[in-house]
Each structure stands twice: as C-alpha cells, then as structure tokens.
T-cell receptor
Framework: KNQVEQSPQSLIILEGKNCTLQCNYTVSPFSNLRWYKQDTGRGPVSLTIMTFSENTKSNGRYTATLDADTKQSSLHITASQLSDSASYICVVPSGNTPLVFGKGTRLSVIA | EAGVAQSPRYKIIEKRQSVAFWCNPISGHATLYWYQQILGQGPKLLIQFQNNGVVDDSQLPKDRFSAERLKGVDSTLKIQPAKLEDSAVYLC??????????????FGPGTRLTVL
C-alpha cells in the first residue's frame, strides 16, 4: 500500500533555531518527492520537488534531502522565523495514481 | 499570473442542507482537482478533471457529492445533503497536464465548511 508517514506530528521551536522534519514513504514506483508548506487558512504551496537522482535541494532557508534507498526524506529549516509557522506536507506521486499525501507536521515558531 | 480562485472562503450549514463550492483554475491549466482536507490530515483527492472530462472520481461519495466542469474551465463541487463528517476544507488545485511526472499542482486557498 502506498503510504507517506511524517514525523513529528507537531513541533514547537524558538525563533532563530533550526529544525528537521522527517518523511518516510512506501510509494512505488517512485519518481519524485515534494514538500509543501501550508499556512493556516491557505492552500499548500510547493517548496521543493526532488527527483530520484537528487540527494539535496535548497530553497532559501529550506533544505530537503532524499535517500531513495531507505525511502526517507527530510526538510531542514535554518534560522527559523515566525512566518515559518505552518504545516509541512510531504507528497509523493505514484505514476498516474493520485498524489499520496502525508498528514503533515505542524510547526510553531515562537518568539 | 493569477492563482487558483475559490469561493466562498467559509461556509456554515446545518446537516442535510446543500452547499456548493466554486473554483476557477489558473488560466491554461487543463487539469483540475478537488480535494477534501479534514483537520489534521493531508488532502484527499475527491475528483480529477482533464478539460471537461472526469479522469478519477473513485474517492468521491457519489451518493451525496457531485462535481462538474462543463466548459473545461471553472468547476463547482456540490454536497447534497451534507453530513457532520463533511466538515473539512475543500481545496481546488490545477496543473498543466495530468500524468506528467514533474507536473506541479497549484492550490487555491480552500473553502472551510462547517456542518452543524
């Protein structure tokens, strides 16, 4: 069964600190993995798309890693800001089937 | 480039009432998706359109949910009659072409439905 599991479910950190969110997937066949940021009351917005051959990809203070052998991905946020407070969703497409979404990690950055 | 537009943003109804949501995708996007996102969960695909045809509606509760995209542009999603468990955010997304491996979906702001 195609699944995407994320951890932790929620996280609270102080402004300026770093954090890492985890994503494990069992989707097959694998083509790419996406991280989305979803602010409260808004739709998800794409942060990164990682293909099979990519190990690391950065987007500003966001760095995603991918280990296709262990089927794990992480999203690292550096020097967190209050505006980083959101849900971060890991998404894995599988061929022509619907996207497989994780439940997300709810991040709260506090001053 | 204008994003995906949805309305209304919020809706409160009583159970057994009917409700309709509207979505206008990004101009030129052939594929349109409706998702249901229950609090604390990831989005679940309800229906996918390619132009004005249905590609996938396997997870749409067809006894109460219906959707159309008559002219292949904007779309409406209807619930009739609503149940308490339909309380969720309904997201609309669009993309250029379905099936492309790196095809990115762009999401609208969603409609938050509360069924009392």
């Amino acid at each position: 069964k195609n699944q995407v599991e994320q951890s932790p479910q929620s996280l609270i950190i102080l402004e300026g600190k770093n954090c890492t969110l985890q994503c494990n997937y069992t989707v097959s066949p694998f083509s790419n993995l996406r991280w989305y940021k979803q602010d409260t009351g808004r739709g998800p917005v794409s942060l990164t798309i990682m293909t099979f051959s990519e190990n690391t990809k950065s987007n500003g203070r966001y760095t995603a890693t991918l280990d296709a052998d262990t089927k794990q991905s992480s999203l690292h946020i550096t020097a967190s800001q209050l505006s980083d407070s959101a849900s971060y969703i890991c998404v894995v497409p599988s061929g022509n089937t619907p996207l497989v979404f994780g439940k997300g990690t709810r991040l709260s950055v506090i001053a | 480039e204008a994003g995906v537009a949805q309305s209304p943003r919020y809706k409160i109804i009583e159970k057994r009432q009917s409700v309709a949501f509207w979505c206008n995708p990004i101009s030129g996007h052939a594929t349109l998706y409706w998702y249901q996102q229950i609090l604390g969960q990831g989005p679940k695909l309800l229906i996918q359109f390619q132009n004005n045809g249905v590609v996938d509606d396997s997870q749409l509760p067809k006894d109460r949910f219906s959707a159309e995209r008559l002219k292949g542009v904007d779309s409406t999603l209807k619930i009739q009659p609503a149940k308490l468990e339909d309380s969720a955010v309904y997201l609309c997304a669009s993309s250029h072409v379905a099936g492309a491996v790196y095809n990115e979906q762009f999401f609208g702001p969603g409609t938050r439905l509360t069924v009392l």
